[in-house]
């Protein structure tokens, strides 16, 4: 079965400083990997995904991730935070659910980051 | 278009009563997914519907049921409700013949007394 590792609960940094949140995933297939947001009281939105192709993916408002296969690795990245990125971030992995037929996705997600931006 | 939606957004029940929460799929999608997701917790995968049917389950028990209407709109029912059915569920919808980028909707917060 998929797993997902965030390494860190919780991350404060200094708004307009650079931070990375990270990810690590377990897997012995090709998987689709994503990272989404999750604002106070509200679903999840994406932030960007890889597929396949170039390593480096670029998403929406600033943020990029790099895909490290060797490593299982997918680390999200944003050169400065603002006060408006504090919120939760979860990364997801998506493989062929195992217990079905082929066709049938599923997302294995993280427990989360919460990233807290300080003025 | 349409972004999926999820009602209601906020139920109160208290043990052993059953539950139903509905979901309408993003226009032109076809498949939806059901996440619980605790507090503090990450989503975790319940199932999938497609064209009508499952197809797919996470771990959890048979109490957890669900339906895929024609207009692909679904319902999640649980039956025999425990305290630890406490949990924000959420609803994907997606095209299934694309990359699986699943589109959520803003949940339903479910507490169970």
């Known amino acids: 079965a998929q797993s997902v590792t965030q390494l860190d609960s919780q991350v404060p940094v200094f708004e307009e400083a650079p931070v990375e949140l990270r990810c690590n995933y377990s897997s012995s297939v090709s998987v689709y990997l994503f990272w989404y947001v999750q604002y106070p009281n509200q679903g999840l939105q994406l932030l960007l995904k890889y597929l396949s192709g170039s390593t480096l993916v670029k998403g929406i408002n600033g943020f990029e991730a790099e895909f490290n296969k060797s490593q299982t690795s997918f680390h999200l990245r944003k050169p400065s935070v603002h006060i408006s990125d504090t919120a939760e971030y979860f990364c997801?992995?998506?493989?062929?659910?195992?217990?079905?037929?082929?066709?049938?996705?599923?997302?294995?997600f993280g427990k989360g980051t919460k990233l807290s931006v300080i003025p | 278009e349409t972004g999926v939606t999820q009602s209601p957004t906020h139920l109160i029940k208290t043990r052993g009563q059953q539950v139903t929460l509905r979901c309408s799929s993003q226009s032109g999608h076809n498949t939806v997914s059901w996440y619980q997701q605790a507090l503090g917790q990450g989503p975790q995968f319940i199932f999938q519907?497609?064209?009508?049917?499952?197809?797919g389950r996470g771990n959890f028990p048979p109490r957890f049921s669900g339906l895929q209407f024609p207009n692909y709109s679904s319902e999640l029912n649980v039956n025999a409700l425990e305290l630890d059915d406490s949990a924000l569920y959420l609803c994907?919808?997606?095209?299934?013949?694309?990359?699986?980028?699943?589109?959520f909707g803003p949940g339903t917060r479910l507490t169970v007394l």
């Open positions: 519907y497609y064209r009508e049917e499952e197809n």
């Open positions: 997801a992995v998506s493989d062929p659910n195992p217990y079905s037929g082929a066709g049938s996705y599923q997302l294995t």
């Open positions: 994907a919808s997606s095209w299934t013949d694309s990359y699986n980028e699943q589109f």
